[in-house]
């Protein structure tokens, strides 16, 4: 299996919802990724989890709250989240070390009312 | 500190013509290099990456790119390019910094356009 996947596709939510992106991969990567992608920019790296870990957290707002449950899953929960939040949020999975080349998902395109 | 700079934002080329795309890059230690593929509405593809291995590297769906240390470059290219090859193609480098131990930084992207 050589794929991340990601739930759900799409995700339209109220600034005063609370909801959760979810990822999952088979590949046996021990190093996990969320990237948030605005319109034709490239992606921006949020956090990275190596060994269910959190390793590293690009200064994101709390309103984001990464959660790795086991080393296949990588879950996003959203909270209080202001329209400027809405992109394409994607997911990554790859070999340690860190930072060695990713494999992603399709994405989540959330959308923030 | 370490970046890349795609230098064409868009390029086009014909069906059957050879595709190049530019990357240079600087990187104060020894970089890892990758270059992304992304279609319209998808997540993003690893086509190949160089890891201080062979500097020539062969990817996925013929692309291969070379990376020259004296010309801090790493270009993509293809000898032949389908319509299937139109998309966002993005530059990456990443690298240990003694500071902060990790960098990783994508070029602005360069999108490719293959006309019949």
């Known amino acids: 299996d050589t794929e991340v996947t990601q739930t759900p596709k799409h995700l339209v939510m109220g600034m005063t919802n609370k909801k959760s992106l979810k990822c999952e991969q088979h590949?046996?990567?021990?190093?996990m990724y969320w990237y948030k992608q605005k319109a034709k920019k490239p992606p921006e790296l949020m956090f990275v989890?190596?060994?269910?870990?959190?390793?590293i957290n690009e200064s994101v707002p709390s309103r984001f709250s990464p959660e790795c449950p086991n080393s296949s899953l990588l879950n996003l929960h959203l909270h209080a989240l202001q329209p400027e939040d809405s992109a394409l949020y994607l997911c990554?999975?790859?070999?340690?070390?860190?930072?060695?080349?990713?494999?992603f998902g399709p994405g989540t395109r959330l959308t923030v009312l | 500190a370490q970046s890349v700079t795609q230098l064409d934002s868009h390029v086009s080329v014909s069906e059957g013509t050879p595709v190049l795309l530019r990357c240079n890059y600087s990187?104060?230690?020894?970089?890892?290099l990758f270059w992304y593929v992304q279609h319209p509405n998808k997540g993003l593809q690893l086509l190949l990456k160089y890891t201080s291995a062979a500097t020539l590297v062969k990817g996925i769906n013929g692309f291969e790119a070379e990376f020259k240390k004296s010309e801090t470059s790493f270009h993509l290219t293809k000898p032949s390019a389908h319509m299937s090859d139109a998309a966002e193609y993005f530059c990456v480098v990443s690298d240990q910094d003694s500071n902060s131990g990790y960098a990783l930084n994508f070029g602005k992207g360069t999108s490719l356009l293959v006309t019949p």
């Open positions: 990187s104060s230690y020894s970089p890892s």
């Open positions: 989890y190596s060994y269910e870990k959190l390793s």
């Open positions: 590949m046996g990567h021990r190093a």
């Open positions: 990554a999975s790859g070999p340690t070390p860190l930072l060695n080349g990713q494999y």
